[in-house]
Nanobody
Framework: QVQLVESGGGLVQAGGSLILSCAAS????????MGWYRQAPGKQRELVAG???????NYADSVKGRFTISRDNAKNTVYVLMRSLKPEDTAVYYC????????????????WGQGTQVTVSS
């Protein structure tokens, strides 16, 4: 049974930073690409960042230069460091098992965490 458990969300002022963590179990973590998605109220869920098993990364244009995805295969954990946060970054953030697709981006494979709320105040 695949389980993805996110942590680290919360309330932060604009310009601040947060780091989200996602602990995975039930999969061979080291061979899977992982990703972070987010969904704001009234909007579609969107890919924020992805990382392959080898460490290649891809980011949404809206977060490039501000967010950094990383992974620790020894801990079965994927992280996203979010800096210079903006009110428009407010969303529920989801961890997902993903697969690399054409164009250098990623597509969800169907395994999701429960989500963690990030709220950025202005």
């Amino acid at each position: 049974q695949v389980q993805l458990v996110e942590s680290g969300g919360g309330l932060v002022q604009a310009g601040g930073s947060l780091i989200l963590s996602c602990a995975a179990s039930g999969i061979i973590f080291s061979v899977n690409a992982m990703g972070w998605y987010r969904q704001a109220p009234g909007k579609q869920r969107e890919l924020v960042a992805g990382i392959t098993k080898d460490g290649r990364t891809n980011y949404a244009d809206s977060v490039k230069g501000r967010f950094t995805i990383s992974r620790d295969n020894a801990k079965n954990t994927v992280y996203v460091l979010m800096r210079s946060l903006k009110p428009e970054d407010t969303a529920v953030y989801y961890c997902a098992v993903v697969r690399a697709v054409a164009g250098g981006t990623f597509s969800a494979s169907g395994y999701w965490g429960q989500g963690t709320q990030v709220t950025v105040s202005s």
